[in-house]
């Protein structure tokens, strides 16, 4: 699998949430949904059953990040409910490989999220339980924020271990992607992209998701990590 975007429909209209998400399909690869708790993370959004409703009006695979606490209990019912890709944040998880092995098991793919502050390679050990590592860069919680490049060298980091380990691993960025970030991300390691504002708060979404696709692609071509320079 290549390039894949995945616009976050945290950045939609709320009271349109189902025509906010046919605005991008056929040019999204994913819709990605945040779940915040207002405890692991200072924001309410939504939950589970708001996901079931959209599950069942769209047709773009949806992408469920998931910044809750105990996310033991509560991340294996949206892979139950048809989410493609369900991501825990490992901060808040008592049982990782238990909660990642779990969401295999319902049907969908497993992601680990790691705060801008937490190290990649203190879950070295976790990768090959996982199919997708989404590294925040913005502190998780709100959207619009600025690209934090500091986390740059983890999403680099986060490659060289995957590599390493010959894993298939997709590798999430998160926060203040836009035209303007995401040919660094990409060079650095990343294949999956999470954009907000940068596709609705564009005239065209789609045009939108297009266009950062084609950056992603031209940037991962001549990148160390696929070059193998």
């Not at 999204?28 to 409703?53: I, K, Q, R």
């Not at 660094?184 to 294949?191: E, L, P, R, S």
Request: aromatic residues 6%.
């Amino acid at each position: 699998m290549g390039v894949q975007v995945s616009p976050s429909i945290l950045s939609a209209d709320f009271a349109r949430l189902a025509d906010e998400c046919q605005r991008v399909a056929g040019a999204a690869d994913w819709l990605h949904v945040d779940v915040m708790d207002n405890h692991f993370v200072p924001n309410l959004t939504l939950g589970l059953p708001v996901v079931e409703s959209l599950l069942a009006a769209v047709t773009t695979p949806v992408d469920c990040h998931l910044m809750i606490e105990d996310p033991d209990r509560w991340a294996p019912a949206y892979a139950e409910a048809g989410a493609g890709s369900v991501t825990f944040h490992v901060e808040a998880a008592t049982a990782p490989i238990t909660l990642a092995r779990d969401i295999r098991r319902a049907g969908a793919r497993a992601g680990m999220g790691l705060r801008p502050a937490t190290p990649v390679d203190a879950y070295a050990d976790l990768l090959p339980e996982i199919d997708m590592l989404l590294v925040m860069t913005v502190e998780p919680g709100f959207g619009g924020q600025r690209f934090l490049d500091v986390v740059v060298p983890k999403i680099r980091r986060a490659r060289e271990l995957a590599k390493g380990r010959d894993l298939d691993l997709w590798i999430q960025v998160d926060g203040g992607v836009s035209a303007e970030t995401i040919e660094v991300c990409a060079d650095a390691g990343a294949d999956v992209f999470v954009a907000g504002s940068a596709v609705y708060g564009a005239d065209d979404p789609a045009a939108a998701v297009r266009s950062l696709a084609a950056q992603a692609e031209r940037a991962t071509a001549s990148s160390w990590w696929c070059t193998g320079s």
